[in-house]
């Protein structure tokens, strides 16, 4: 054997532990699930003994509260993910200008949404946002304005949490989009500047496509994570008023554990992994060819 096989063979054995953690920690809970998908399974009845194949499937599409799911998931992204980037690219943008100072202050507080967990932001808005105790309605009511129900109210409760999860979400944005703005080349900006370029000119046909990888990058990994929000909406609406914020993710929590019918939520987190799957792909595809 060559000394080039060999080498090969070693690096190998050294990335045999970590494709036998993915094995069990993503392939075998993908393919229990599948498998639960496909037959009778409940917390009632734990026994894999009556095989239903696609039926789980059709009783989902034939429920209207999970296509309310899909419709309020679905509003949310758009929602979140736009305000998340434009906020996050026009802060990166003015960082990333060399005359402003402290900027270590500005990253320190950037950076501290976004180390907070979930849980902990959703309670802490859950008390500024409070109707009669909030510190926000309190504000409202010095300056004459009534006091508003941000989480009782059908019209407003998707609006808050989409507010919340942007506030906790846009700091990440600004971090990624700020490093790639500080790692572009600077001659295609000298070129620019050479050429009569304006500072919009060069920000639209100059830094925004060569920060295009980075940007798809930001994008992907937030329309996923969007699609997967539970826990803010968890804390701060248990999916209500109504199910005005039902989203997918905690409408695979209620048929889980209250309703307690595991196969269906099974085919439910099925249907929203292709969902993303696909989004994910159209995204990527969108914005390469975009870039060439």
């Known amino acids: 054997m060559s000394f080039q096989a060999r080498y090969r063979m070693i690096g190998y054995q050294f990335l045999i532990p970590t494709f036998l953690v993915l094995l069990l920690v993503v392939a075998m809970p993908l393919l229990f699930s599948l ?12 026994r894999l003994n009556e095989f239903v194949g696609f039926s789980n499937y059709a009783s989902v599409v034939h429920d209207q509260y999970f296509w309310n799911s899909v419709k309020v998931t679905f509003l949310f992204v758009l929602m979140v993910v736009p305000l998340e980037f434009f906020i996050g690219y026009g802060i990166a943008l003015m960082l990333s200008r060399p005359e402003i100072r402290f900027k270590s ?4 507080i950037l950076t501290i949404p976004m180390v907070m967990s979930p849980v902990a932001v959703g309670l802490i ?3 500024l946002l409070h109707p009669e105790l909030g510190v926000v309605n309190y504000l409202l009511g010095k300056l004459g304005f009534g006091y508003v129900n941000w989480f009782g109210d059908e019209r407003l409760a998707l609006f808050t949490v989409t507010l919340v999860d942007v506030w906790q979400q846009v700091s990440f944005m600004v971090l990624l989009l700020l490093s790639g703005i500080t ?5 295609p900006f000298e070129s620019a500047t050479i050429d009569g370029a304006n500072w919009l000119q060069t920000l639209l046909f100059v830094k925004t496509p060569l920060l295009m990888p980075i940007i798809t990058v930001a994008l992907l990994q937030r329309v996923i994570t969007s699609f997967k929000t539970y826990d803010l909406v968890y804390i701060l609406t248990s999916g209500g008023p109504g199910v005005s914020t039902d989203l997918i993710s905690y409408n695979i929590y209620r048929t889980t554990f209250m309703g307690l019918d595991l196969s269906v939520a099974s085919a439910v987190s099925y249907m929203l992994l292709i969902v993303i799957l696909a989004i994910t792909v159209v995204i990527f595809r969108s914005t390469m060819k975009g870039n060439e």
């Open 125 to 127: 808005w859950r008390m």
């Open 183 to 187: 790692s572009l080349p600077k001659e």
């Open 105 to 108: 202050i500005f990253y320190f």
């Open 35 to 46: 498998v639960l998908s496909m037959f009778r399974y409940t917390f009632l009845s734990p």
